[in-house]
């Protein structure tokens, strides 16, 4: 809704008018997981049952090696366009845009703020876990992924935007848009692993060395969509998929009690 009204409105999605409902747009993920957890503490319902524990522990020490797998990936691609001679790797057009939001720091805060933290609660923190209680880690990547693609498509209407550079009739444009799929199963895969630290990192590593490296041409996306493709293919199978477990379920409360929710998780918006 958000989104459409920033369509409406025109302009830059940085400046007056659409700025404001081009940010809001962009946090729905968000709204989302809190319209879930509101809606499901009023009606006394647990948190689904592949909740991922808040108190990571160890399994924290993931999200480093995640977050450099996924950055690698985009490297890998970009250096195999370079050699193949279909796009030259360069950092020029990435100094360019660090320079234009007032340097490194302002940049990374962008780039964390902009996708991981405005999704990540949501696609991750939410949805995944409670696809995940019925469906299986592939089924569920590739359902969640499909979603987040179509999300993004009111971005191609919007003048400023990286998805309008690209076109949404182009090959640019289709390659943006398959290549959510597999950073879906990347970022489900790191959920699991450590939680939506983990989530966040992997998404932040993708966007980041995207937009650093200017991957827009459509052979360059090519190569690296088939590496993460092929990456997250490797994780999926080199770990047991567990049989999914069924959603909690709860008796009906006592009409003389308060409902209690006893389950061990916790809402998987704070995992």
Known sequence: MFWLIAMVLGGSPTGSPAAV?????GFGPVF??????????????PVPARAVRFRQGV?????????????GSVVAGALLADFLGVAGVSLAGGRELIASVGGIVPFFVGMLVAGP??????????????LRASMSRLQTGLVLGAVWAVWHLPLFFIEGTVQAELGLFS??????????I?????????????????????HLATNTTMAILTIDTPATQALV??????????????QHDHRTQPPVQTAAPHPHHTTT???????????
């Open 21 to 25: 409902p081009y940010l809001l747009g």
């Open 32 to 45: 989302g997981a809190i319209a879930v957890r509101v809606r499901r503490t009023r009606r006394g319902e």
């Open 59 to 71: 399994r924290l020490l993931w999200v480093l090696p995640l977050l450099v797998a996924a950055s």
């Open 117 to 130: 933290l405005s999704e990540e609660p949501g696609w991750r923190g939410t949805a995944y876990p409670r």
């Open 171 to 180: 090959w640019s444009g289709l390659m943006f848009s398959l290549s959510v």
């Open 182 to 202: 597999p950073v879906a199963l990347l970022t489900g895969y790191a959920y699991e692993r450590a939680g939506l630290a983990a989530s966040i990192a992997v």
């Open 225 to 238: 969509l088939t590496i993460q493709t092929i990456l997250a293919t490797t994780l999926l199978t080199t």
């Open 261 to 271: 929710n006893t389950s061990p998780h916790i809402s998987p918006t704070r995992a």
